[in-house]
């Protein structure tokens, strides 16, 4: 489906651009676009892959994934039935999750690619994605968020009297578009059109030997060890809690805040510590997992160009402006506020573009209008379903998605129609 729908975006923005005189912008969006996905996305995240790929690897050894996956295998073998429970996407998965709940974006991206490499492990069909690699991009893309960041920083700088108002209603539309995802993914793999082709040959001893290994030990006195380190980042977010701009908060926005804040750092010191402590030799084991992360890097460049200048020349001609002339009438007709249609149609597409559109509502409605909550929620509880796609995809060489992008583009219908109920409901007037 993916072929289409990029074939559409560009051939679209081609012939918009000449019939309304802007194929100039649409020849600078292009190539913009591409150097943007190389030079501000591409190679930084290179970097941020090898020091989370490098940290898998120290979870891996040290038998951390095993105990995530074996901590939440009951609901992991409802969602994904195919892939064995001990074996290692299982925590991989749940670590992408939860970096994705505390809006860890820098974390999330990598654990998420990591996942996706676990995943092609069992997958018997190179090229084509896996129910268990669509119903996790269907989680991705859905993505529920315990604080949008972002969001909540750009009503802040725009003066908004409480700015974290939003954090429910995002947090509500954000689950109900996740449960929209599962149960659209869980839906459309039980069609015909998107059946599975025969498969090839199954490693299956593989597998065998991933669950029949022993995870180490911690040495006698690790616990211990791991009690102090747990203990000062206690200390720390006490600390964090208690700045002069928290104090103001509810109680729960700032633990969660504070739970964003140092998980990273704890991650970063915490992974090495416990595999040093199980006798890992953790520089060797870290440099060979952060070798992976920047081949992952390098192998998804073409398909980051491939959606990112798409998406920029569509929008450099005109063609979300078009849409929104063409079906806001219908929308306003059920009561859908068409100033909120451009956001929207761009969320899904590209997140740069969505921020963009959001601050200049913001900036027109008011930081404390309702269309300006409604928009908000929509950030918050909705995610760039293509962009998702295109990298995670992309870095396992998936070219046959199957129903990933019709269950993704459900929970991201669910997430909008979520968000504008539940902010008529709390703070229309």
Known sequence: MLNYIWLGLVVLAVLMGGF???????????????????????????????????LMKLAEKSGLVEILARALRPVLKWLFPDVPAAHPAMGTMVMNIAANMLGLSNAA???????????????????????AM???????TASVQLIPATTVAILA???????????????????????????????????PMFALPPAGPVAAPQVAVEEERLAPRLVWWGTYALLIFAAAFVYFGWQHAALPGMAARQPLVRFVESVSYLAIPFLVGFFPLYAALCRVKVYEEFVEGAKEGFLVAIKIIPYLVAIISAVAMFRAAGGIDVITKAIGPALA?????????????????????????????????????????????????????????????????????????????CADLAGVTASVIICNLVFGR
Not at 112 to 126: I, S, T
Not at 392 to 398: E, L, N, P
Request: proline share 6%; charged share 10%.
């Open 333 to 409: 007709a059920i009561s859908f506020p068409s100033e909120l249609l451009p956001l929207a149609l761009m969320r899904p597409l590209s997140g740069s573009g969505a921020t963009g559109i959001f601050a200049e509502l913001v900036k027109s409605q008011g930081p404390d209008s309702l269309i300006s909550q409604m928009g908000a929620t929509i950030m918050g509880g909705t995610e760039t379903t293509f962009y998702v796609l295109a990298v995670y995809f992309g870095s396992v060489g998936v070219r046959r998605t199957r129903h990933a992008v019709p269950a993704g583009l």
């Open 157 to 191: 700088a725009a003066g908004a009297k409480n700015p974290t108002q939003i954090i429910g209603t995002a947090f509500f539309a954000s689950c109900c578009s996740t449960a929209a995802g599962i149960l659209a993914v869980k839906f459309f793999e039980k069609l």
């Open 134 to 140: 669509c119903t996790f991009l269907a989680i991705n």
């Open 109 to 131: 991206t990598p654990l998420g690619l990591r996942a996706m490499q676990d995943l092609e492990k069992l997958n018997p069909r190179p090229g084509t994605a896996s129910n």
């Open 20 to 54: 309304s005189g802007h194929l100039q912008e649409v020849s600078n969006a292009a190539f913009e676009a591409c150097k943007a996905a190389v030079m501000n996305i591409a190679l930084p995240l290179a970097g941020v892959m090898a020091l989370w790929l490098g």
